[in-house]
Nanobody, 121 residues
Framework: VQLQASGGGLVQAGGSLRLSCTASGNIFSIRTMSWYRQAPGKQRDLVAAVTSGGSTNYADSVKGRFAISRDNAKNTVYLQMNSLKPEDTAVYYC????????????????WGIGTLVTVSS
């Protein structure tokens, strides 16, 4: 199983970016899909998550500005980031909890490589 993220880049403060992450490989089901971010010198933190049923949750710092969604048919999760701020600058990582056969109950954690988002002031 692999997670391939795309969509990072350089944007001015107040601008928007859309990240995408697609899971591929031997997938039976995908449960939670999430985005995390890690700024230089800081720990990796949850940005947003979406369950297979569509329930979402967000870090307080991005509520009202970011929106997470997923396309189950495409095994893809998106992160629409609006009103970006310099403090949003970080490497963004895609995460998914995936089962690879019907016998698995809990699933396994998978991470993408990460995509850099830089917001200039």
């Amino acid at each position: 199983v692999q997670l391939q993220a795309s969509g990072g880049g350089l944007v001015q403060a107040g601008g928007s970016l859309r990240l995408s992450c697609t899971a591929s490989g031997n997938i039976f089901s995908i449960r939670t899909m999430s985005w995390y971010r890690q700024a230089p010198g800081k720990q990796r933190d949850l940005v947003a998550a979406v369950t297979s049923g569509g329930s979402t949750n967000y870090a307080d710092s991005v509520k009202g500005r970011f929106a997470i969604s997923r396309d189950n048919a495409k095994n893809t999760v998106y992160l629409q980031m609006n009103s970006l701020k310099p403090e949003d600058t970080a490497v963004y990582y895609c995460y998914a909890l995936i089962t690879t056969d019907s016998a698995q109950y809990f699933g396994k954690n998978y991470w993408g490589i990460g995509t850099l988002v830089t917001v200039s002031s």
